[in-house]
């Protein structure tokens, strides 16, 4: 199994969550099966009893499961049915460790954040990772984690630790970083600013994980010589660093990661390039075009004349 982590940094609302699933559909164009685990750090066990004002809209799987709404992204891109144990919160981590201690499974030890929690959050990526989702048996090639939050969170520190000491169990080859960052432009330079991304990748080397591939979040194309700068900075080759500028509908993502070649970049890094093709997205790229060419709203006064 390989594992593609994917983290934030600088601020949240970056598109994490759209990143993530178009990673995923570009591996699963490449001819790779893919499944996605959503990891939340707040202590609620499931999105269920969240207002939707302050978290977006719940999620409701096939199971009955009430998630957040990114794995709704990860069924409609990857066309797969996820289960409840495909998100994972602070809240059911705990409670499964403290049912256990109750239980007595640690004979009497302390039970403490590391090992005890870093180690059911490994033991439940690798047994959710397994699951099939797609209608075939057996696992899947890839699973593409997304991590909430932003790196620095305090509410996630036990999953950036239990996931470095994952990323070194499984082993180089199997285990790939995406940090999705923001390169901002002040309006009075007019220049864009690599400074928030040096910060973040900093952040993250020093809770010991170290980004393979860097998307940025920007308005606009990275220029050349700011690509330089972050490669320079951040230890992240150039041809691994892929802008995600803004676009007119989120379904225009996995071109801009395929026409910059990220699925190469990952799979060099997976080890996946011998048995990977190249990406089968036209269908998808109709799609895409297709929904730029619509304007008409659908809204109430089409309904009241029906």
């Keep these: ?42 202590l609620n066990t499931d999105a269920g009893t969240m207002s939707p004002f302050e978290h977006g809209e719940v999620y ?21 049915k996820l289960t409840r144990d495909n998100n994972i919160t602070t ?80 082993g180089t080859g199997n285990f790939c970083l995406i940090h999705v960052s923001l390169v901002p432009v002040l309006n009075v330079v007019g220049e864009q600013k690599t400074k928030p991304t040096q910060h973040s990748v900093r952040g993250l080397r020093g809770l010991g994980l170290a980004p393979n591939i860097l998307a940025c979040r920007s308005t606009t194309a990275l220029d050349e010589n700011v690509k330089a700068k972050l490669s320079q900075f951040c230890h992240v080759p150039a041809e691994n660093i892929i802008t995600l500028y803004d676009v007119s ?5 996995p071109l801009l990661l395929r026409d910059q070649k990220a699925h190469e970049a990952i799979l060099k890094v997976l080890n996946l390039q011998s048995v990977a093709g190249e990406p089968c ?8 075009e297709l929904y730029d060419m619509l304007h008409e709203p659908v809204g109430s006064d089409h309904f009241s004349n029906l």
């Design 1 to 42: 199994m390989k594992y593609v982590l994917v983290t934030g940094g600088v601020v949240s609302g970056l598109g994490k969550g759209v990143t993530a699933s178009s990673i995923g559909l570009i591996l699963k164009a490449c001819g790779l099966r893919v499944t996605s685990i959503k990891i939340d750090p707040y």
């Design 60 to 80: 409701v799987l096939d199971d009955g499961g009430e998630v957040d709404l990114d794995l709704g992204n990860y069924e409609r891109f990857l066309d797969i």
């Design 91 to 170: 809240g059911k981590i705990y409670q499964s460790v403290i049912d256990k201690e109750r239980r007595g499974d640690y004979l009497g030890k302390t039970v403490q954040v590391v090992p005890h929690i870093t180690d059911a959050i490994q033991e439940w990526v690798e047994r959710v990772a397994k699951i099939p989702v797609d209608g075939k048996e057996g696992p899947a090639d890839v699973c593409v984690i997304e991590l909430g939050g932003t790196i620095g969170d305090i509410e996630s520190m036990p999953f950036i630790e239990a996931l470095g000491q994952f990323s070194y169990r499984v």
């Design 249 to 253: 509908n989120i379904w225009h993502i």
């Design 281 to 288: 997205l036209e269908e998808w790229t109709s799609r895409a």
